[in-house]
């Protein structure tokens, strides 16, 4: 079995695969990544069957944490099974933070957290927002310390879904980006390589400062949101609350109380910039 080993913020992985196509591509993405002896999880992309390894190859999920009735991939999107299954390890094993799925960049030490639905928009707005003076911390899970309360920094590749990748690609036209997965079970994907203060700078979080709930594609708009109606939210995107009991409550109870949030309506990239840039002068 072909194996593969990253360090993403403070986790760290070691995939192994039938197959060497999905690695080389790992390898090509994840090279300014650091390398690490030893791992907190472990994955395997495998065959559902002996045959499926040769004829139409077929690619499942398994590793410390798995899903059995994940279906499986083609091989041809073997990287966003790789993807996925680290996603599933995270969310599933991880305890050392709070886990959010959100997305989160920083400037000046204060972190700009966005969560919401899939298809709010926050992937792209926070890929967006690191071409913009920002440093992007990561667009699928944000940790925060049950201690000192701080973000810990977690960039993967940035998953990008149909209209996002032209987008990005106009945006970003000397970016690195993964191969096109057309027709996946989410659409058109495409990775993005973040950028190189993101990697570089991944041991360094910040304290959050302001909370947003992105929606994208309805006209121009901004709302408080009450801390009740925040906390209510954030429960349901925590992957791990209920699994970290009382320090899991606590985490949560002092983001709510301490960072303000803000409900945004937008429908195009720069203006979507433009709120944000706004709602974070108010902040100084």
């Not at 009991?245 to 720069?270: N, W």
């Amino acid at each position: 079995m072909h194996e593969f080993r990253v360090q993403v913020g403070p986790a760290a992985f070691r995939i192994g695969s039938a197959w060497r196509a999905p690695l080389v591509q790992m390898v090509d993405l994840y090279r300014d990544y650091p390398i690490p002896d030893f791992t907190d999880f472990t994955i395997r992309l495998e065959p559902t069957r002996w045959l499926r390894r040769w004829l139409r190859p077929s690619v499942a999920i398994g590793g410390d944490y798995m899903l059995p009735d994940a279906a499986p991939l083609p091989l041809e999107q073997g990287l966003l099974a790789a993807e996925m299954a680290m996603n599933l390890q995270m969310a599933l094993g991880w305890r050392r933070h709070l886990l959010l799925h959100a997305s989160a960049v920083e400037k000046g030490g204060r972190v700009l957290v966005m969560t919401g639905a899939s298809g709010s928009g926050k992937s792209t707005l926070s890929a967006l927002l690191g071409t913009q003076g920002w440093r992007f911390l990561g667009d699928e899970f944000v940790l925060l310390d049950p201690v000192t309360g701080d973000v810990a920094p977690f960039p993967r590749l940035i998953s990008l879904k149909n209209n996002a990748i032209a987008a990005m690609q106009a945006a970003q036209p000397g970016a690195r980006f993964g191969p096109l997965l057309a027709a996946t079970p989410k659409g058109d994907i495409r990775h993005m390589v973040p950028p190189a203060d993101a990697i570089a700078q991944m041991a360094q979080g910040g304290a959050p400062a302001l909370l947003l709930f992105p929606r994208f594609g309805y006209p121009g708009a901004v709302r408080e949101v009450a801390p009740g109606e925040t906390f209510m939210r954030l429960t349901q995107a925590s992957t791990n609350y209920v699994a970290l009991g009382e320090a899991g409550f606590t985490t949560l109870t002092r983001f709510v109380k301490s960072v303000p949030s803000r409900a945004i309506d937008y429908q195009s990239g720069e203006e979507a910039v433009a709120l944000v840039d706004k709602l974070w002068e108010r902040l100084a």
